[in-house]
């Protein structure tokens, strides 16, 4: 157990962090020759609650959990760390516009990037708090020294749902879904990828023999699913955004499986007509060592290329929304 990753997480006394911390305390995460050290960061008048959690971390007397760091500033937080999820954000109030949340967030990001400036040099960063793509890419462009490829905003909620709606569809396990890529933005006009995933390694549009469930029900239940759970549960989803939350360091720390990508929204390269330095979610795959690749060559008809470019499209606004906060 010679290994120590250093983790910090933000907004962590909030119910996504609430979700997370155990299991990354437990090893889930990074395996279990792993130590783990938690660095929290949460706003002054929540770090009495952090407190109350940090007992329950300690109550637990976790193997894996080497020691726990809490702070209401991210430099603190943030200093020698491998990994950085960044959970914590303003949520959208009553009468808010995107807009108008990309801003409230802005200066959330611009400060946390460039307190990233004192991670280690490995650094990985994983932004979930939304607009996630958008605040992943201010947090980047403000992130002195660490390259802009270490951000990624959070698809893989998006991806486990995708796969969870495919395999009722086609009355499976999820374990017998694959290739499922999402495209784009982390909102609605986000494209889950049916025309390239496979059930029991055969083409999904051949297992399900229902191109109009395909296009549009499937998609539109992916898109507006966090909605619904608000609607329904009466609060945002947490217990399925921290799992995936683990899923996604799961699949960066571990060599993908040749044949298969994840979901992620990682630093644009031109790949499939996404603007260059654009944050756009693509299917990638990973080398187990922090390294990763977007999947070249995969066939999308002009339908699909219509519902990725207006994703993208969306992109571009948001960028534009934060252009002054962005490092040229």
């Known amino acids: 157990m010679s290994k120590l990753v250093k983790v910090a997480v933000t ?3 909030g119910q996504i962090g609430y979700a997370l911390l ?3 305390a437990s090893g889930e995460a990074f395996g279990p020759d792993t130590r783990v050290a938690l660095h929290l960061l949460e706003v002054t008048p929540v770090l009495k609650a952090l407190e109350g959690v940090a007992m329950e971390l300690e109550d637990c007397a976790f193997p894996l959990l080497d020691h726990v760091v809490m702070s209401d500033d991210a430099r603190v937080a943030f200093d020698g760390v491998n990994w950085a999820l960044l959970v914590g954000a303003k949520p959208r109030g009553q009468g808010m ?11 959330i990001f611009v400060a946390q990037g460039q307190a990233l400036s004192k991670a280690a040099n490995d650094l990985q960063v994983l932004v979930v708090g939304n607009p996630a793509n958008t ?3 201010i947090a980047a462009n403000n992130a002195g020294g660490v390259p802009m490829e270490r951000f990624m905003a959070m698809t893989r909620l998006d991806q486990n749902r995708a796969y969870a709606q495919l395999a009722n569809k086609a009355g499976v396990t999820v374990n017998e879904v694959s290739n499922v890529t999402i495209w784009g933005n982390h909102s609605a006009t986000q494209y889950p990828d049916a025309e390239n995933a496979k059930i029991n390694g055969r083409p999904a549009y051949e297992v399900i023999n ?9 998609i539109s239940t992916v898109q507006k699913r966090g909605a619904v759970v608000i609607a329904t549960r009466g609060h945002s989803s947490a217990a399925s955004a921290a799992n995936a939350i683990i899923n996604h360091v799961q699949s960066m720390v571990n060599k993908t499986p040749e044949g298969n990508w994840f ?3 990682v630093l644009s390269d031109g790949s499939y007509g996404v603007d260059k330095g654009l944050i756009s979610s693509f299917p990638i795959v990973s080398d187990g060592q922090g390294a990763y690749q977007i999947v070249q060559g995969l066939l999308l008809s002009d339908w699909a290329k219509q519902k990725i470019e207006a994703s993208v499209q969306e992109l571009r606004e948001e960028k534009s929304v934060v252009a002054d906060l962005l490092k040229s």
């Open 263 to 265: 979901s992620a929204a």
């Open 22 to 24: 155990f299991r990354l």
């Open 210 to 218: 229902d191109q109009a469930w395909l296009r549009d029900e499937f």
């Open 135 to 137: 605040n992943a890419l």
């Open 97 to 107: 516009e995107r807009g108008d949340l990309i801003r409230e967030n802005g200066p």
């Open 11 to 13: 907004g962590a006394a």
